[in-house]
């Protein structure tokens, strides 16, 4: 327990899924957190939900695209607070189509929006109040499709492939000031959040505008991660944990994948695995 006592914690896109453990723990270990997001149901849920397990947030309504929304946050985290220690920079969409000729173009700029523009909002907004407060930790969650292409996720991977390789530049920028801040990048890789859900439009305009599950999560990550089960939002969280705090004192510029043995190459299985899969 608090592994990031006193510190003042931005977690974007923090409402649900791996932002909203980011969040909880975060809290848990002693900072005040600020959890952002388009979802004000789902933002105030959590914060009454850190309160009463004796944590401190607050939510703040937040679009990452939008230039005005950010003055408005880092104005508010300035006045509350008076410095930012921790900035996990999460907000992000996935849009998923069979081939990148039937992507449209709002679609790709929708996710670019998002995925990149609001990464670079984060930075650009955050890094003067973090120098302000004498330095810190910027965590940005990529993906495995960062590191690695997916053939139905062509602009899901170029979003996430930018974010990697800005952490890198922004982290040498902040090494070459010497100002006590570190960059890094988290590669989630199969992980059980709301986003499988939204990641196929087409199927979701086919349910009547409601969330479709594209993909049985669960039966994805048994089959496709070596160590045979699905991520949870948990997961990450301890590694962003990690990365917040001081623990990580010589780590920048660097890629914290967590994906369960995915990148790490192919396994055949033997034992009760085999068997089992063996009767599937």
């Known amino acids: 327990m608090g592994q990031v006592d006193g510190k003042v914690a931005l977690v974007t896109g923090g409402a649900s899924g791996i932002g909203a453990a980011c969040a909880e723990t975060l809290a848990r270990e002693g900072a005040a957190v600020i959890v952002s997001d388009i979802d004000d149901a789902g933002g105030n849920a959590l914060v009454a939900t850190i309160a009463a397990a004796g944590g ?53 700029r ?23 407060s004498g330095g810190g930790s910027i965590i940005m969650t990529s993906s495995i499709a960062g590191l690695r ?39 989630p890789g199969i992980i059980d959040t709301p986003i499988w859900g939204k990641i196929r439009p087409d199927l979701a305009a086919a349910a009547g505008g409601r969330n479709a599950p594209a993909i049985d999560i669960e039966e994805y990550g048994r089959r496709g991660a070596p160590l045979g089960r699905v ?10 944990l990690f990365l917040a705090s001081d623990a990580s004192s010589y780590i920048t510029g660097s890629e914290l994948v967590i994906d369960g043995g995915i990148t790490g190459g192919q396994i055949t299985r033997v034992g009760p695995l085999a068997m089992s899969s063996a009767h599937e």
């Open 56 to 108: 401190r947030a607050v939510y703040l309504p937040h679009d990452v695209t939008s230039e005005e929304s950010w003055h408005i946050v880092i104005g508010d985290i300035e006045r509350r607070h008076g410095r930012l220690d921790i900035l996990v920079s999460n907000a992000g969409i996935g849009i998923m189509c069979t081939s990148i000729v039937e992507m449209s173009l709002a679609d790709w």
């Open 110 to 132: 929708r996710q670019t929006a998002v995925n990149l523009d609001g990464v670079f909002l984060s930075v650009k907004y955050c890094l003067p109040l973090l120098r302000k």
């Open 149 to 187: 292409g997916s053939a139905t996720l062509a602009g899901y991977c170029a979003t996430k492939g930018g974010v990697r390789l800005f952490a890198k530049a922004i982290a040498m920028e902040c090494a070459s000031r010497g100002d006590n801040i570190r960059v890094n990048s988290v590669h």
């Open 231 to 240: 991520g949870k939002p948990q997961d990450i969280a301890n590694g962003v």
